[in-house]
Every structure is written in structure tokens, then in C-alpha cells.
């Protein structure tokens, strides 16, 4: 087994740990196991965004990602890695994406 593959398959066993224990009220475990994949998430500039799932490549991360993710109300957990990988918080990218939204749509409505 090739050294990568063998991290991914570290890490996708530890970000299945950190849902389980997310999602049955096992708080305190969580956060530790959260810790471990914090640390094992390596950013990177992505090049090709059209043949991948743009949130579906960690550890590997491009923080641009975040612009195509989907909305705060859905409990996400590649998501919350990234978000804590970057130092934002929630409210941080509720902010960040409205006013990308509005920027968009602004340039949209006025050609």
C-alpha cells in the first residue's frame, strides 16, 4: 500500500470516529479525535476543480473550496475541519459567503 493512500485511509477512519462520536453526544471524545484531524489536514492550492468533489479531497484541502460549500444550517463535518483548519468560526463564513453572494449577483444585475 502506497504511504498516501495509507494516510487517507487513516484519516477517513478518524473522520468517521469524529462524526460517530459527534453525532451521539460523545462531545468531549470528539473534540480530541477533532484535534488529531486538524493536524493531519495539509493545505493546498487545487488546480482542477471541474473533475473533483470540491469538499470530498481531505486531508488535502484548497481553503476556495469553502466558496462552493453548501449552507451553514447543514451539519457538515469536512466543512467544520475546514472552517477550524482556516481559524473561522460559522459566523465567520455565514459572513463571508453572503457578502461573496452579494458581490456576485451585484456584478449579475447590473450588466
Not at 453548501?70 to 457578502?99: F, H, Q, V
Amino acid at each position: 500500500m502506497v504511504k498516501e493512500d495509507k494516510e487517507k485511509l487513516e484519516f477517513e477512519g478518524l473522520l468517521n470516529a469524529y462524526i460517530d462520536l459527534f453525532n451521539s453526544g460523545s462531545k468531549e471524545l470528539a473534540k480530541q479525535v477533532h484535534k488529531e484531524l486538524i493536524n493531519k489536514i495539509t493545505l493546498i492550492p487545487m488546480r482542477d476543480w471541474i473533475n473533483r468533489q470540491v469538499c470530498g479531497s481531505l486531508p488535502l484541502l484548497d481553503p476556495k473550496c469553502l466558496i462552493f460549500c453548501c449552507s451553514p444550517t447543514k451539519n457538515c463535518p469536512s466543512r467544520m475541519l475546514a472552517l477550524s483548519k482556516l481559524g473561522l468560526t460559522t459566523e465567520d463564513y455565514t459572513m463571508i459567503k453572503k457578502a461573496l453572494g452579494e458581490k456576485m449577483m451585484n456584478g449579475v444585475i447590473k450588466k
